[in-house]
């Protein structure tokens, strides 16, 4: 069975850096895609960057300029730095990791708070 294990989530003050790491649990699984969503209260769970293997990572325009994800294909994990935070990026943050159009993981999610 396939885990995803996130960290990093936490309460930070806005105009802070908060890292999220996610790590695929089974090591040598081939992994297409990888990337980050997050649901806000009261919200649809929306996409928030991703990256295929071997390209350049792709953003939503509210995140455009502050936040950069980067993978490590060799240890199946994803990160997600995320700089000038404010508080709409409020929201529990999910890691998704698609090993193929059919088969996708999902994390359990790491609540990320941004407030003063």
């Known amino acids: 069975q396939v885990h995803l294990v996130e960290s990093g989530g936490g309460l930070v003050q806005p105009g802070g850096s908060l890292r999220l790491s996610c790590q695929v649990s089974?090591?040598?699984?081939?992994?297409?895609?990888m990337g980050w969503y997050r649901q806000a209260p009261g919200k649809q769970r929306e996409l928030v960057a991703d990256?295929?293997?071997?390209?350049?990572?792709n953003y939503a325009d509210s995140v455009k300029g502050r936040f950069t994800i980067s993978r490590d294909n060799a240890k199946n994990t994803v990160s997600l730095q995320m700089n000038s935070l404010k508080p709409e990026d409020t929201a529990v943050y999910y890691c998704?990791?698609?090993?193929?159009?059919?088969?996708?993981?999902w994390g359990k999610g790491t609540l990320v708070t941004v407030s003063s």
């Open positions: 998704r990791a698609d090993q193929n159009v059919v088969i996708t993981y």
């Open positions: 990256i295929v293997n071997g390209g350049s990572g």
């Open positions: 089974r090591s040598g699984l081939s992994i297409y895609r």
